[in-house]
Protein backbone atom coordinates (compact mmCIF):
# COMPACT_ATOMS: atom_id res chain seq x y z
CA UNK A 1 0.00 0.00 0.00
CA UNK A 2 1.38 3.33 -0.99
CA UNK A 3 1.46 6.50 1.18
CA UNK A 4 -0.89 9.20 0.24
CA UNK A 5 -0.86 12.26 0.63
CA UNK A 6 -3.23 11.84 3.75
CA UNK A 7 -0.47 10.01 5.34
CA UNK A 8 1.70 13.08 5.91
CA UNK A 9 1.70 16.69 7.74
CA UNK A 10 1.89 19.15 4.82
CA UNK A 11 0.81 22.50 6.71
CA UNK A 12 3.69 25.17 6.42
CA UNK A 13 5.17 22.62 3.83
CA UNK A 14 6.54 23.37 0.48
CA UNK A 15 4.91 20.41 -1.47
CA UNK A 16 6.32 20.01 -4.90
CA UNK A 17 3.66 17.90 -6.97
CA UNK A 18 3.97 16.64 -10.40
CA UNK A 19 0.87 16.58 -12.45
CA UNK A 20 -0.32 16.03 -15.92
CA UNK A 21 -1.46 18.88 -17.87
CA UNK A 22 -0.70 18.22 -21.22
CA UNK A 23 -4.08 19.15 -22.39
CA UNK A 24 -4.85 19.35 -26.08
CA UNK A 25 -4.32 23.17 -27.11
CA UNK A 26 -5.27 25.29 -30.63
CA UNK A 27 -4.23 28.57 -31.39
CA UNK A 28 -2.81 28.97 -28.08
CA UNK A 29 -6.31 27.88 -26.48
CA UNK A 30 -6.82 24.91 -24.16
CA UNK A 31 -9.64 22.88 -26.10
CA UNK A 32 -10.07 20.30 -23.38
CA UNK A 33 -9.27 20.85 -19.68
CA UNK A 34 -9.75 17.21 -18.16
CA UNK A 35 -6.30 16.61 -17.00
CA UNK A 36 -6.69 19.64 -15.02
CA UNK A 37 -9.65 19.04 -13.46
CA UNK A 38 -8.21 15.69 -12.57
CA UNK A 39 -5.77 16.82 -10.34
CA UNK A 40 -8.11 19.54 -8.31
CA UNK A 41 -8.69 16.98 -5.44
CA UNK A 42 -5.37 16.79 -4.60
CA UNK A 43 -4.44 20.71 -5.20
CA UNK A 44 -7.56 21.79 -3.40
CA UNK A 45 -6.67 19.00 -0.22
CA UNK A 46 -3.10 20.55 -0.22
CA UNK A 47 -4.40 24.12 0.33
CA UNK A 48 -7.25 23.44 2.46
CA UNK A 49 -4.13 22.09 4.33
CA UNK A 50 -2.12 25.04 4.58
CA UNK A 51 0.25 23.76 1.69
CA UNK A 52 2.75 25.88 -0.06
CA UNK A 53 1.59 24.31 -3.45
CA UNK A 54 5.00 24.11 -6.43
CA UNK A 55 3.21 22.43 -9.26
CA UNK A 56 4.76 20.79 -12.28
CA UNK A 57 3.90 18.95 -15.33
CA UNK A 58 5.28 18.79 -18.88
CA UNK A 59 3.09 20.24 -22.51
CA UNK A 60 3.94 18.94 -25.63
CA UNK A 61 7.07 18.28 -26.82
CA UNK A 62 9.65 20.77 -27.31
CA UNK A 63 12.69 18.90 -27.57
CA UNK A 64 14.54 20.01 -24.04
CA UNK A 65 14.85 23.74 -25.07
CA UNK A 66 12.22 26.69 -24.29
CA UNK A 67 9.50 27.04 -27.15
CA UNK A 68 6.78 29.57 -26.18
CA UNK A 69 4.61 27.42 -28.56
CA UNK A 70 4.55 25.13 -25.50
CA UNK A 71 4.58 27.63 -22.64
CA UNK A 72 2.13 26.54 -19.36
CA UNK A 73 0.35 30.17 -19.01
CA UNK A 74 -2.56 29.30 -20.50
CA UNK A 75 -2.73 26.27 -18.02
CA UNK A 76 -1.89 28.70 -15.08
CA UNK A 77 -4.63 31.30 -15.99
CA UNK A 78 -7.58 27.88 -16.74
CA UNK A 79 -6.27 27.09 -13.15
CA UNK A 80 -6.83 29.94 -11.45
CA UNK A 81 -10.28 30.37 -12.95
CA UNK A 82 -10.86 26.87 -11.69
CA UNK A 83 -9.60 27.18 -8.19
CA UNK A 84 -10.50 30.68 -7.68
CA UNK A 85 -7.76 31.84 -6.83
CA UNK A 86 -4.47 33.29 -8.12
CA UNK A 87 -1.45 30.97 -9.69
CA UNK A 88 1.76 32.15 -9.65
CA UNK A 89 3.46 32.03 -12.48
CA UNK A 90 6.72 32.91 -14.05
CA UNK A 91 8.07 31.89 -17.52
CA UNK A 92 11.56 30.93 -16.83
CA UNK A 93 13.13 28.95 -19.65
CA UNK A 94 15.61 26.75 -17.66
CA UNK A 95 12.64 26.18 -14.88
CA UNK A 96 14.43 26.48 -12.49
CA UNK A 97 16.45 30.10 -11.75
CA UNK A 98 16.93 32.18 -8.87
CA UNK A 99 13.74 34.57 -9.21
CA UNK A 100 11.91 31.02 -9.06
CA UNK A 101 13.84 30.15 -5.76
CA UNK A 102 12.73 33.34 -4.19
CA UNK A 103 8.93 33.02 -5.14
CA UNK A 104 8.88 28.97 -4.12
CA UNK A 105 10.37 30.80 -0.90
CA UNK A 106 8.11 33.29 -0.49
CA UNK A 107 5.02 31.28 -1.12
CA UNK A 108 2.43 31.54 2.17
CA UNK A 109 0.49 29.02 3.30
CA UNK A 110 -2.25 28.15 1.02
CA UNK A 111 -0.90 30.04 -2.29
CA UNK A 112 -0.15 27.85 -5.15
CA UNK A 113 2.17 28.27 -7.71
CA UNK A 114 2.99 26.41 -11.32
CA UNK A 115 6.61 26.05 -12.62
CA UNK A 116 7.24 26.26 -16.43
CA UNK A 117 6.85 23.46 -18.91
CA UNK A 118 9.84 20.75 -17.42
CA UNK A 119 10.19 19.53 -20.88
CA UNK A 120 12.19 23.01 -21.94
CA UNK A 121 15.00 21.27 -20.23
CA UNK A 122 16.51 18.15 -22.17
CA UNK A 123 17.50 16.65 -18.37
CA UNK A 124 13.76 16.04 -18.07
CA UNK A 125 13.04 13.27 -20.57
CA UNK A 126 16.74 11.73 -19.33
CA UNK A 127 15.91 11.50 -15.79
CA UNK A 128 18.65 14.15 -15.27
CA UNK A 129 19.47 14.00 -11.72
CA UNK A 130 20.76 17.65 -11.40
CA UNK A 131 17.85 19.04 -12.64
CA UNK A 132 15.92 16.43 -10.31
CA UNK A 133 18.17 18.42 -7.64
CA UNK A 134 17.21 21.89 -8.88
CA UNK A 135 13.35 20.63 -8.85
CA UNK A 136 13.70 19.14 -5.35
CA UNK A 137 15.48 22.26 -3.71
CA UNK A 138 12.22 23.73 -4.11
CA UNK A 139 9.92 21.77 -1.74
CA UNK A 140 9.96 19.68 1.48
CA UNK A 141 7.76 17.16 0.23
CA UNK A 142 7.12 15.43 -3.30
CA UNK A 143 3.52 14.46 -4.06
CA UNK A 144 3.01 12.69 -7.79
CA UNK A 145 -0.09 13.17 -9.37
CA UNK A 146 0.54 12.41 -12.69
CA UNK A 147 -0.57 9.02 -14.11
CA UNK A 148 -0.66 9.79 -17.08
CA UNK A 149 3.27 10.21 -17.67
CA UNK A 150 4.34 7.18 -14.78
CA UNK A 151 5.52 4.87 -16.96
CA UNK A 152 8.23 7.75 -18.07
CA UNK A 153 11.19 7.52 -15.47
CA UNK A 154 11.72 11.29 -16.03
CA UNK A 155 13.41 13.87 -13.58
CA UNK A 156 10.26 15.33 -12.39
CA UNK A 157 8.63 11.50 -12.26
CA UNK A 158 11.13 9.77 -10.84
CA UNK A 159 14.40 11.56 -10.46
CA UNK A 160 13.19 13.91 -7.78
CA UNK A 161 12.13 11.36 -5.46
CA UNK A 162 15.89 10.97 -4.75
CA UNK A 163 16.19 14.28 -2.90
CA UNK A 164 12.14 14.35 -1.05
CA UNK A 165 10.34 12.02 0.52
CA UNK A 166 7.15 10.63 -1.97
CA UNK A 167 3.86 10.16 -1.78
CA UNK A 168 0.86 10.28 -4.19
CA UNK A 169 -1.93 12.47 -4.84
CA UNK A 170 -5.75 11.19 -5.22
CA UNK A 171 -5.36 10.67 -8.90
CA UNK A 172 -2.49 8.39 -8.81
CA UNK A 173 -4.28 6.13 -5.81
CA UNK A 174 -7.49 6.31 -7.95
CA UNK A 175 -5.86 5.03 -10.79
CA UNK A 176 -3.91 2.11 -8.76
CA UNK A 177 -6.87 1.28 -6.90
CA UNK A 178 -9.35 0.64 -9.70
CA UNK A 179 -6.80 -1.18 -12.36
CA UNK A 180 -4.93 -2.79 -9.90
CA UNK A 181 -8.48 -4.54 -8.64
CA UNK A 182 -9.39 -4.55 -11.84
CA UNK A 183 -6.37 -7.20 -13.08
CA UNK A 184 -5.60 -8.82 -9.29
CA UNK A 185 -8.53 -8.61 -7.15
CA UNK A 186 -11.81 -8.44 -9.82
CA UNK A 187 -15.09 -9.38 -9.28
CA UNK A 188 -15.83 -12.01 -12.12
CA UNK A 189 -16.16 -12.55 -14.70
CA UNK A 190 -13.43 -10.48 -15.53
CA UNK A 191 -13.80 -9.47 -19.39
CA UNK A 192 -10.71 -7.19 -21.20
CA UNK A 193 -11.41 -5.63 -24.50
CA UNK A 194 -8.25 -4.68 -26.94
CA UNK A 195 -9.04 -2.36 -30.07
CA UNK A 196 -6.40 -0.52 -31.60
CA UNK A 197 -3.73 -1.00 -34.69
CA UNK A 198 -0.84 -2.96 -34.06
CA UNK A 199 -1.30 -6.70 -32.53
CA UNK A 200 2.61 -5.92 -31.67
CA UNK A 201 1.83 -3.33 -29.67
CA UNK A 202 -0.61 -5.32 -27.53
CA UNK A 203 1.62 -8.72 -27.47
CA UNK A 204 2.53 -8.22 -23.57
CA UNK A 205 -1.06 -7.16 -22.34
CA UNK A 206 -2.63 -10.13 -24.39
CA UNK A 207 -0.20 -12.49 -22.86
CA UNK A 208 -0.44 -11.15 -19.18
CA UNK A 209 -4.27 -10.94 -19.60
CA UNK A 210 -4.74 -14.38 -20.74
CA UNK A 211 -4.36 -15.75 -16.99
CA UNK A 212 -6.09 -13.07 -15.51
CA UNK A 213 -9.64 -12.71 -17.67
CA UNK A 214 -12.48 -15.11 -18.59
CA UNK A 215 -13.23 -13.33 -21.94
CA UNK A 216 -10.57 -11.27 -23.96
CA UNK A 217 -12.35 -9.27 -26.58
CA UNK A 218 -10.15 -8.22 -29.53
CA UNK A 219 -11.39 -5.37 -32.21
CA UNK A 220 -10.22 -2.54 -33.61
CA UNK A 221 -7.01 -2.98 -36.92
CA UNK A 222 -5.50 -5.33 -34.54
CA UNK A 223 -8.01 -7.89 -35.34
CA UNK A 224 -7.71 -8.43 -38.94
CA UNK A 225 -4.12 -10.15 -38.26
CA UNK A 226 -6.15 -12.39 -35.72
CA UNK A 227 -8.42 -13.21 -38.95
CA UNK A 228 -5.44 -13.54 -41.89
CA UNK A 229 -3.76 -15.56 -39.41
CA UNK A 230 -6.91 -18.03 -39.30
CA UNK A 231 -5.56 -18.38 -42.78
CA UNK A 232 -8.53 -15.92 -44.14
CA UNK A 233 -8.67 -12.83 -47.10
CA UNK A 234 -8.77 -9.71 -44.97
CA UNK A 235 -7.93 -7.74 -48.44
CA UNK A 236 -6.56 -4.17 -47.83
CA UNK A 237 -7.47 -3.99 -44.22
CA UNK A 238 -4.94 -3.14 -41.54
CA UNK A 239 -2.34 -6.23 -41.56
CA UNK A 240 0.59 -6.36 -38.88
CA UNK A 241 2.57 -8.68 -41.05
CA UNK A 242 5.47 -9.51 -38.98
CA UNK A 243 2.65 -10.55 -35.52
CA UNK A 244 0.86 -13.54 -37.68
CA UNK A 245 2.80 -15.88 -36.19
CA UNK A 246 2.74 -14.38 -32.71
CA UNK A 247 -1.22 -14.17 -33.53
CA UNK A 248 -1.45 -18.09 -34.22
CA UNK A 249 -0.11 -18.63 -30.84
CA UNK A 250 -2.40 -16.70 -29.18
CA UNK A 251 -5.20 -18.34 -30.34
CA UNK A 252 -3.74 -21.74 -29.83
CA UNK A 253 -3.02 -20.43 -26.31
CA UNK A 254 -5.83 -19.05 -25.63
CA UNK A 255 -8.92 -20.67 -26.85
CA UNK A 256 -12.24 -19.93 -26.36
CA UNK A 257 -11.14 -17.23 -23.94
CA UNK A 258 -10.06 -15.17 -27.38
CA UNK A 259 -12.66 -13.70 -28.97
CA UNK A 260 -12.92 -11.91 -32.50
CA UNK A 261 -15.41 -10.21 -35.28
CA UNK A 262 -17.66 -12.52 -37.06
CA UNK A 263 -18.50 -10.21 -39.21
CA UNK A 264 -17.61 -6.69 -40.31
CA UNK A 265 -17.67 -3.26 -42.36
CA UNK A 266 -16.01 -3.80 -45.65
CA UNK A 267 -15.77 -1.01 -47.45
CA UNK A 268 -14.29 0.39 -50.93
CA UNK A 269 -11.30 2.07 -49.24
CA UNK A 270 -9.98 4.37 -46.29
CA UNK A 271 -12.60 7.39 -46.48
CA UNK A 272 -14.98 9.06 -44.49
CA UNK A 273 -17.61 8.70 -46.91
CA UNK A 274 -16.63 5.58 -48.56
CA UNK A 275 -19.51 2.88 -49.37
CA UNK A 276 -19.87 -0.22 -47.36
CA UNK A 277 -21.85 -3.01 -46.17
CA UNK A 278 -21.28 -5.39 -43.63
CA UNK A 279 -20.16 -9.12 -44.34
CA UNK A 280 -18.95 -11.98 -43.23
CA UNK A 281 -15.69 -12.42 -42.24
CA UNK A 282 -15.36 -15.32 -44.33
CA UNK A 283 -16.53 -13.09 -47.16
CA UNK A 284 -14.04 -10.29 -47.22
CA UNK A 285 -12.92 -9.56 -50.98
CA UNK A 286 -10.07 -8.65 -51.95
CA UNK A 287 -9.99 -5.13 -52.95
CA UNK A 288 -12.05 -3.90 -49.87
CA UNK A 289 -11.13 -2.84 -46.78
CA UNK A 290 -12.42 -3.80 -43.27
CA UNK A 291 -12.98 -0.23 -41.31
CA UNK A 292 -15.53 -1.35 -38.13
CA UNK A 293 -17.21 -4.12 -36.74
CA UNK A 294 -20.32 -5.32 -37.89
CA UNK A 295 -23.45 -5.40 -36.16
CA UNK A 296 -23.62 -9.50 -35.34
CA UNK A 297 -19.84 -8.74 -34.26
CA UNK A 298 -21.56 -5.82 -31.49
CA UNK A 299 -24.37 -8.35 -30.53
CA UNK A 300 -21.96 -10.94 -29.34
CA UNK A 301 -19.54 -8.49 -27.43
CA UNK A 302 -22.45 -6.75 -26.12
CA UNK A 303 -23.65 -10.05 -24.51
CA UNK A 304 -20.16 -10.97 -23.47
CA UNK A 305 -19.99 -7.62 -21.60
CA UNK A 306 -23.64 -7.31 -19.82
CA UNK A 307 -22.49 -10.74 -18.18
CA UNK A 308 -19.66 -9.07 -16.63
CA UNK A 309 -18.50 -8.00 -13.26
CA UNK A 310 -15.19 -6.15 -14.08
CA UNK A 311 -15.12 -4.90 -17.78
CA UNK A 312 -11.29 -3.19 -18.97
CA UNK A 313 -11.46 -1.77 -22.51
CA UNK A 314 -8.06 0.11 -24.28
CA UNK A 315 -8.28 0.26 -27.83
CA UNK A 316 -11.33 1.62 -30.14
CA UNK A 317 -13.22 -1.12 -32.16
CA UNK A 318 -13.39 0.49 -35.71
CA UNK A 319 -11.96 3.81 -37.32
CA UNK A 320 -14.41 5.68 -34.56
CA UNK A 321 -13.18 9.24 -35.84
CA UNK A 322 -15.44 8.40 -39.11
CA UNK A 323 -18.89 8.71 -38.12
CA UNK A 324 -19.74 5.82 -40.35
CA UNK A 325 -17.46 3.43 -38.77
CA UNK A 326 -18.50 4.02 -35.15
CA UNK A 327 -20.86 2.13 -34.76
CA UNK A 328 -18.53 -0.70 -33.54
CA UNK A 329 -16.98 1.17 -30.84
CA UNK A 330 -20.36 3.10 -29.85
CA UNK A 331 -21.86 -0.81 -29.57
CA UNK A 332 -19.10 -1.43 -26.91
CA UNK A 333 -19.02 1.50 -25.07
CA UNK A 334 -22.90 1.33 -24.82
CA UNK A 335 -22.97 -1.79 -23.39
CA UNK A 336 -20.60 -0.84 -20.81
CA UNK A 337 -22.63 2.06 -19.86
CA UNK A 338 -26.04 -0.33 -19.91
CA UNK A 339 -24.04 -3.28 -17.72
CA UNK A 340 -24.36 -3.45 -13.80
CA UNK A 341 -19.91 -3.78 -13.81
CA UNK A 342 -17.14 -1.96 -12.84
CA UNK A 343 -16.06 -0.38 -16.22
CA UNK A 344 -12.74 0.99 -16.42
CA UNK A 345 -11.86 2.88 -19.19
CA UNK A 346 -8.21 2.38 -20.35
CA UNK A 347 -7.58 6.17 -21.34
CA UNK A 348 -6.28 7.15 -25.03
CA UNK A 349 -8.45 6.61 -27.85
CA UNK A 350 -10.95 4.59 -26.22
CA UNK A 351 -11.28 7.81 -23.30
CA UNK A 352 -11.92 9.97 -26.42
CA UNK A 353 -15.00 7.30 -27.62
CA UNK A 354 -16.69 6.94 -24.98
CA UNK A 355 -16.32 11.11 -24.41
CA UNK A 356 -17.13 11.86 -28.03
CA UNK A 357 -20.49 9.61 -27.17
CA UNK A 358 -21.07 11.70 -24.42
CA UNK A 359 -21.08 8.08 -21.82
CA UNK A 360 -18.18 9.26 -19.86
CA UNK A 361 -20.50 9.76 -16.68
CA UNK A 362 -21.87 6.39 -16.81
CA UNK A 363 -18.32 4.40 -16.90
CA UNK A 364 -17.06 3.36 -13.24
CA UNK A 365 -13.52 4.91 -13.99
CA UNK A 366 -11.79 6.63 -17.17
CA UNK A 367 -7.74 6.54 -16.81
CA UNK A 368 -5.92 9.85 -17.85
CA UNK A 369 -3.28 7.46 -19.02
CA UNK A 370 -3.48 5.56 -22.06
CA UNK A 371 0.38 4.95 -22.50
CA UNK A 372 0.92 4.36 -18.40
CA UNK A 373 -2.90 2.02 -18.14
CA UNK A 374 -1.64 -0.13 -21.07
CA UNK A 375 2.09 -0.70 -19.14
CA UNK A 376 0.14 -1.28 -16.15
CA UNK A 377 -2.57 -3.82 -17.92
CA UNK A 378 0.63 -5.37 -19.25
CA UNK A 379 1.82 -6.21 -15.45
CA UNK A 380 5.32 -3.72 -15.92
CA UNK A 381 6.08 -1.85 -12.49
CA UNK A 382 5.66 2.21 -13.26
CA UNK A 383 8.72 4.03 -12.51
CA UNK A 384 6.54 6.91 -11.47
CA UNK A 385 4.38 4.80 -8.90
CA UNK A 386 7.78 2.84 -7.74
CA UNK A 387 8.87 5.67 -5.88
CA UNK A 388 6.14 6.38 -3.78
CA UNK A 389 6.93 5.58 -0.41
CA UNK A 390 4.91 2.25 1.37
CA UNK A 391 3.23 2.63 4.55
Known amino acids: MKKTIKDIQVKGKRVLVRVDFNVPMQDGAITDDTRIVAALPTINYLLENGAKVILMSHLGRPDGAPDMKYTLKPVAEKLSELLGKEVLFSSCPTVVCDSIKERANALEDGQVMLLENVRYRKEETKNGL ?6 ADLGDVFVNDAFGTAHRAHSSTAGVAEYLPCVAGFLIEKEVMFLGNAIENPKRPLVAILGGAKVSDKIPVINNLLSKVDKLIIGGGMSYTFIKAMGKEIGKSLLDEESLDVAKELMAKAGDKLVLPVDVAIADGYDPESPFYYGSIDEIPAEK ?10 KKYSEIIKSANTVVWNGPMGVFEFDRFSKG ?3 VAMAMAEC ?7 GGDSAAAVDKFGLGD ?16 EGKVLPGIAVIEEK
Open 130 to 135: DFAKEL
Open 362 to 377: KMTHISTGGGASLEFL
Open 289 to 298: ECLDMGPETV
Open 329 to 331: TLG
Open 340 to 346: DATTIIG
